[in-house]
């Protein structure tokens, strides 16, 4: 399985855009990034998933550069409720090894 | 939208005594799985299950735990004699299947905080 590396906690304001970047430098071919958010007692929640280039959703984008050992994830406009811890994952695999993840404060 | 709900949402044993975690994954998912989560530490991999047997599990997973989907509904996770470290928010999930050789997204329930007295 690729490692992953992102920062340990990130501060940023309301209405501000946050850019989470992860760093997965052994990816593999048929390796996927996913990023998922934790809200505290609650159940990760699968935010967005990519190969390369950029993805776009409702949620968040995924940018992800041709050499792939790199992503960031993208939230525009945060509000408080964007709080939580954001997981980059990388693998094809079953099962989820879940890092420790970014823990993202927004301010008021 | 449909979701993965788990009960009880909190379950409060001594230690020695047997608990069952009650899932009920999303109804056309295929692949199930169990997670758990200390107070403060990482998400952690217990056991994934598919086709009515276990697919791979964790060191973690010892012979204390054990998984069954009884029914066509139910997803559960068994710990035989539980012990003081088995306190924390145990997830389950479940996900449709494979896709172009990758795991498709796995939705998560909202937990059952297991404590151990």
């Known amino acids: 399985l690729a490692k992953t590396t992102q920062p340990i906690s990130m501060d940023s304001y309301e209405g501000q855009e946050v850019n989470i970047t992860c760093s997965h430098n052994?990816?593999?071919?048929?390796?996927?990034i996913t990023w998922y958010q934790q809200f505290p007692s609650q159940g990760p929640r699968f935010i967005i998933q990519?190969?390369?280039t950029k993805v776009t959703n409702e949620v968040a984008s995924l940018f992800i550069p041709a050499d792939r050992k790199s992503s960031t994830l993208s939230l525009p406009r945060v509000s408080l409720s964007d709080t939580a811890v954001y997981y980059c994952?990388?693998?094809?695999?079953?099962?989820?090894?879940f890092g420790k993840g970014t823990r993202l404060h927004i301010l008021p | 939208e449909p979701e993965v709900t788990q009960t009880p949402s909190h379950q409060v044993t001594q230690m020695g005594q047997e608990v069952i975690l009650r899932c009920v994954p999303i109804?056309?998912?295929?692949?199930f799985y169990w997670y758990r989560q200390i107070l403060g530490q990482k998400v952690e991999f217990l056991v994934s299950?598919?086709?009515?047997?276990?697919?791979?599990k964790s060191e973690i997973f010892d012979d204390q735990f054990s998984v069954e989907r009884p029914d066509g509904s139910n997803f559960t996770l068994k710990i035989r004699s539980t012990k003081l470290e088995d306190s924390a928010m145990y997830f389950c999930?479940?996900?449709?299947?494979?896709?172009?050789?990758?795991?498709?997204?796995?939705?998560f329930g909202p937990g059952t905080r297991l404590l151990v007295l």
């Open positions: 994952l990388v693998g094809p695999d079953d099962k989820i090894i």
């Open positions: 052994n990816i593999a071919t048929n390796d996927y």
């Open positions: 990519g190969y390369k």
């Open positions: 109804s056309n998912h295929l692949y």
């Open positions: 299950f598919y086709n009515n047997e276990i697919s791979e």
């Open positions: 999930a479940s996900a449709h299947g494979k896709r172009g050789g990758r795991q498709e997204t796995q939705y």
